[in-house]
C-alpha cells in the first residue's frame, strides 16, 4: 500500500478579516503549499475542500471547493466538497491520504477555508449552532440546561456544551477554573511567537478569570474565537514525495471516528486505532495539536489521547511538560483558543503546524527534534458525544 | 487493488412528500440496502452521505449524515459528508469505492438524500441556484441572457442554463423542440413502468410541447421536478461479496472530473477515462443512466458517451435503439425528468436502477441480457460547463 507522505504546506494568517472572502483565503493558502512543494496547479490530480458553514454564512451552499479554487489553474480534476463540522479539514485530509493509499492519485492538494465572520456576529453563532441535531434541540437544551437559563444568543450554543462538558470534568477530576485559565495562558504563550495566530498578545491566570462570563466555568479567553483563514497541504506517494523533497513527512496514521453507537469518548477509540496503525505508542510522540475549542477540552484530550492517566489532566498541565520545552508540549501553535478557529480550515491548520514543527522550521516555538506529532480535531455534537473525531500521526522519515 | 462491489441496493419511492424529513428518506434508503444485501448496521464499517442543499431548506448544515442516520445503529465508524451539487450522490459512491479501493473497508454503506421541497417554492430553487458561482453571478447571467430577461424566481436559474446548452445544441446537430419532447415522451413511458418514479403517466409530444414555457426551447415537462427521496448502495471488496451473494455487480470504473481548466464537456473527458479503467468502449454499453435535468441533456450526452457521433443525437433517439427493448436503452428508470431528481439522492439512484437492471430484477421495464451498464451524473455550473461530472460503470460478475 502507498504510504502517504506530506510534500507541501501553508496557511493564511488567522483572524477577522471582514475584506477577505473564501475564494481569496483559499487561494492564499493553496499557492502557499503548492510554492512550499515545488508544483504549480496543473500538477495536482485531485482536491479535497473541507469547509463548514459557507451555504449559511457567504450563501455558497454548493460546490465550494470548485468556486473558491478556479482561478488557481487547476486542470479538470476530481475535486470532492467534505464536511464533518469542525473536522472538516482533518476529515478532507482522511479522504487525501485514502486516495493516495488506493493508488488513485500520487499527488493531492487538500484545501480547508472557511469566512466565519458575518458583520451580525448572531449569524456566525448560529450557523455554529447547526452542527448539532436540529429536529431534536429542544431535548438536547434540556439535556444541557436542566433549569438553568438556555442559550442568549449573544454565544455560540457550542460554549453550553463545553462549559457541561467543563463541569463534568471537574467533578472527576477536581479540575478547577484557574486550571482552566493556564490552558489559555499556556495557548497565549505558545502564540506569541507564532505569526499566522489570531491573537499574539500573553494573558494572566487573573486576566483569562475576569474576562467576560460566557458559560459555566468558562470565560471568554477560555473560548476560541470567531475568525477567518484558510489552510493547505500537499500529500505525495513515498515514491513520488522521494523525488520531491528531503525533509517530506510521512502520515503514519490517519483515523476517523463518530460518536454514534458507543459510550465511549470517541477521541479515545480513535487514538487507541491510530496508534494501532502507527505502531507507537503514547510515550513516542513529541508534540500534539488539540482540538481545544474551550480551555477544558485540552485537559481531557490529555486523558483521551494517553498522555497521562484518568483525572491526571491538571497535574500533566501544572507539570510543564506540555509547554514548549516540555516532554511532550501542546498545542504549540496557540491551538484553537489563541490562533483561532476558522472551522473549516483548522484541521488542515493543525497538520501545517506539525508538519512544520517536524521540520524543524517553526523557530521560537519549534519543539526541539520533534520526530513524531498527533493531531485530534473534533466536530460536530450528538449529545454526549462529538459527531466526528480524526487522529492524525506525522512522523520525520 | 480490491475492486468494489455493490451488494446492497435501495431506495426511497421519489416524489413531493411535504410530511418526510432526510432522516426519514435517508433511513428508509440504508434499511432497504442494508436488507438487500443481508447485514445490519453494525456490519457497516464506513458510510458516505451525499446531500446537496439541506443547510438552506433544512437549516441542518453540518454533520448532516450522522444526524439522519443516527437511529440507525451505527457503530463509531468514520461518517463522511460529501458535497458535488447535483453530482453529490454518486461523489459519495466514488469515495466508497475508493476506500474499498485501498483495503481501508470492505462494507461501505452510501446514503443520498434530499429533501427539496419547501412550502414556499422559492426556496427550492434559490437553494438549486447556488450550484453557480454567486460572487460572479452578473457576469454569469450576462453571458445567459444576453439581453433578454432575466429568470423571473419562478423556476430554477438552471433551467436557463440547460436552455442556453439546448439552443447550442440546437445549432450544431439540427435538434428540435419535438426531439427534446420525444426524450420527455420516452422517459414517462419508461417511468410507466417504475414504482418508484415520481411521475408515471405517459405523455404525447403535444402534451410536451404545449405545457408551461420555461426557458428558451424548454417546456415543463422537459424539466426535471423538484422532488423528495433517498438511495442507498451497499459497498464490498470482491473478497467479502463472494461470501455474500451469486449476484454481486462489480464497479468496472468510477470516475470523478470537474469543468475546471478545460475546454472539453467534462462528461466527455470522464467517459473516455472510464472505458480505459474498464477496459470497454461504448459498443459494450447494455444500458444506461444519464442525467437528464432537461431533456436536451440526454441527447448531449448520446454524443460524449460515444454512443452516436457528434451531432448524431436526434437520430439515435429516433431509432428507438435507446428505447426499453432497443440496442442500448437510455434511462430505463425514467430519468431525471420522470423518475424525479431529489439532488443528493440522484446519483445513487442511478446506480440503485443500474445494479437492479444487472441483476435481472426490473420487471416490465427490464433490460434484456444487460452486462454493462453506466451512469453519467453531473452537478454544478462553472460557465460553460458543470463543477463536477461522475462515470460509473458496472458490469455483472
Do not use: W
Not at 479554487?69 to 466538497?81: A, K, M, S, T
Not at 486576566?207 to 484558510?230: K, Y
Not at 516540555?326 to 483558543?337: A, M, Y
Not at 483561532?340 to 519543539?367: D, F, I, K, S
Amino acid at each position: 500500500m502507498a504510504r502517504a507522505t506530506i510534500v507541501g504546506a501553508g496557511m493564511t494568517r488567522f483572524g477577522k478579516f471582514p475584506d477577505r472572502t473564501v475564494r481569496d483565503l483559499a487561494e492564499e493558502a493553496a499557492r502557499a503549499a503548492m510554492g512550499d512543494a515545488g508544483v504549480t496547479a496543473v500538477d495536482v490530480q485531485r482536491v479535497f475542500f473541507g469547509n463548514a458553514v459557507s451555504g449559511l454564512i457567504t450563501g455558497q451552499e454548493m460546490i465550494r471547493g470548485q468556486i473558491a479554487l478556479r482561478d488557481l489553474g487547476l486542470g479538470p480534476i476530481p475535486v470532492l466538497n467534505v464536511e464533518n463540522a469542525c473536522a472538516s479539514g482533518s476529515s478532507a485530509v482522511h479522504q487525501a491520504v485514502t486516495s493516495i493509499e488506493a493508488g488513485q492519485s500520487d499527488l493531492v492538494m487538500v484545501v480547508g477555508a472557511e469566512k466565519l465572520t458575518h458583520e451580525d456576529k448572531r449569524r456566525s453563532f448560529e450557523a455554529i449552532g447547526t452542527a448539532v441535531d436540529l429536529e431534536r434541540l429542544e431535548q438536547l437544551e434540556r439535556d444541557l440546561y436542566g433549569d438553568e437559563p438556555a442559550a442568549d444568543g449573544d454565544r455560540s450554543f457550542f460554549m453550553d456544551v463545553y462549559a457541561a462538558m467543563a463541569k463534568r470534568y471537574m467533578d472527576r477530576s477536581g479540575a478547577t477554573e484557574a486550571d482552566f485559565a493556564a490552558v489559555a495562558v499556556k495557548s497565549h504563550d505558545h502564540a506569541a511567537t507564532n505569526p499566522v495566530a489570531q491573537y499574539r498578545d500573553p494573558v494572566t491566570v487573573d486576566q483569562v478569570l475576569s474576562s467576560r462570563h460566557i458559560s459555566g466555568p468558562l470565560t471568554l479567553l477560555m473560548c476560541s474565537p470567531i475568525g477567518d483563514g484558510a489552510a493547505a497541504l500537499l500529500l505525495a506517494s513515498e515514491e513520488r514525495a522521494e523525488q520531491m523533497r528531503a525533509d517530506a513527512v510521512q502520515v503514519a496514521a490517519s483515523v476517523l471516528v463518530s460518536g454514534l453507537g458507543t459510550d465511549d469518548d470517541p477521541a479515545g477509540i480513535g487514538a487507541r486505532q491510530a496508534y494501532e496503525q502507527a505502531g507507537l505508542g503514547p510515550d513516542d510522540v513529541d508534540v500534539v495539536e488539540v482540538h481545544d475549542a474551550a480551555a477544558p477540552a485540552e485537559l481531557i484530550m490529555y486523558e483521551e489521547l494517553g498522555l497521562c492517566g484518568p483525572g491526571e489532566g491538571p497535574k500533566l498541565l501544572a507539570s510543564n511538560e506540555t509547554r514548549i520545552g516540555g516532554r511532550v508540549p501542546v498545542n504549540p501553535s496557540g491551538g484553537l483558543i489563541s490562533k483561532g478557529h476558522p472551522v473549516g480550515a483548522t484541521g488542515v491548520a493543525q497538520l501545517v503546524e506539525l508538519t512544520e514543527q517536524l521540520r524543524g522550521r517553526c523557530g521560537e516555538r519549534q519543539v526541539d527534534g520533534a520526530r513524531i506529532a498527533l493531531a485530534e480535531n473534533g466536530g460536530g455534537y450528538l449529545g454526549p458525544h462529538p459527531a466526528a473525531v480524526t487522529i492524525t500521526m506525522l512522523q520525520r522519515g
